[in-house]
């Protein structure tokens, strides 16, 4: 694994960039339609078959994969790994249809975020992808907050006249008068944001696992 990956990307701006997955035409005609309509701002990447979406995981980076929930299952779910190897921070959502209720279970047991009804309910294409999108900078943050909080800890453990100098992200974290109960507050402050971060980021969570299994038992009823 190559130096990089998998590891926690900067705080993203304009445009989202988002993977979309999938060999039927109709989808890869209507989302884009949808989405750029619905989310300003959104970059869409656009592959039509398994590989050509595992190559793309490996040489871009993205806030949402979207993927026929086919192309997840393939190959004892390759690329599912494949995902949680180079991009485990983005949500990874399935599209189903009736038929393939049981492929979408066996998927949601493997860790999607969410799982998307074709042909679409109403309002669920952008509730999913504006959730997912949420749940990506928050866990995006959280690695960063995480880091912060290892490398303050860590120097804060040094001798003082063995202590090396801040980098200059950690230098602009700090007040100019450093003191050790400066340090103390400022790892105080972030853990308690770790915290109330981490709850907001489960609930998300838990707020699309709730809708996949909707959605789950939907294709159930529509067999």
Same mark, same amino acid.
């Given at each position: 694994m190559s130096d990089g990956v998998n590891k926690p990307p900067s705080a993203s701006s304009l445009p989202v960039p988002v993977l979309i997955a999938d060999s039927n035409p109709s989808v890869l005609d209507r989302l884009p339609l949808l989405l750029k309509s619905a989310i300003p701002g959104i970059a869409l990447s656009l592959c039509?078959?398994?590989?050509?979406?595992?190559?793309?995981?490996?040489?871009?980076?993205?806030?949402?994969?979207?993927?026929?929930?086919?192309?997840?299952?393939a190959e004892n779910f390759l690329l599912l790994k494949q995902h949680r190897a180079f991009?485990?921070?983005?949500?990874?959502?399935?599209?189903?249809?009736?038929? =393939?209720? @049981?492929?979408a279970k066996c998927a949601l047991e493997q860790g999607v975020e969410d799982i998307i009804v074709?042909? %679409?309910?109403? $309002?669920?294409?952008?509730?999913s992808l504006r959730e997912a999108m949420w749940l990506y900078q928050m866990r995006v943050t959280i690695a960063h907050r995480r880091q912060t909080l290892d490398t303050l800890r860590s120097w804060e453990a040094i001798p003082a006249g063995q202590k090396p100098p801040f980098d200059r992200m950690y230098e602009r974290l700090l007040l100019p008068k450093q003191t050790l109960r400066v340090y103390q507050r400022t790892i105080q402050r972030i853990e308690t944001n770790?915290?109330?971060?981490? =709850?907001? @980021?489960?609930?998300?969570?838990?707020?699309?696992?709730?809708?996949?299994?909707?959605?789950?038992?939907? %294709?159930?009823? $529509?067999?």
């Amino acid at each position: 694994m190559s130096d990089g990956v998998n590891k926690p990307p900067s705080a993203s701006s304009l445009p989202v960039p988002v993977l979309i997955a999938d060999s039927n035409p109709s989808v890869l005609d209507r989302l884009p339609l949808l989405l750029k309509s619905a989310i300003p701002g959104i970059a869409l990447s656009l592959c039509s078959s398994h590989s050509y979406a595992m190559h793309s995981l490996t040489i871009a980076r993205y806030q949402v994969v979207v993927c026929r929930v086919q192309f997840a299952e393939a190959e004892n779910f390759l690329l599912l790994k494949q995902h949680r190897a180079f991009q485990s921070f983005v949500p990874f959502i399935v599209i189903a249809e009736a038929q =393939d209720r @049981a492929l979408a279970k066996c998927a949601l047991e493997q860790g999607v975020e969410d799982i998307i009804v074709w042909p %679409l309910l109403k $309002g669920q294409l952008e509730e999913s992808l504006r959730e997912a999108m949420w749940l990506y900078q928050m866990r995006v943050t959280i690695a960063h907050r995480r880091q912060t909080l290892d490398t303050l800890r860590s120097w804060e453990a040094i001798p003082a006249g063995q202590k090396p100098p801040f980098d200059r992200m950690y230098e602009r974290l700090l007040l100019p008068k450093q003191t050790l109960r400066v340090y103390q507050r400022t790892i105080q402050r972030i853990e308690t944001n770790l915290k109330d971060l981490t =709850d907001m @980021a489960d609930e998300c969570e838990k707020r699309a696992r709730t809708r996949a299994i909707e959605h789950l038992d939907f %294709l159930g009823r $529509g067999r």
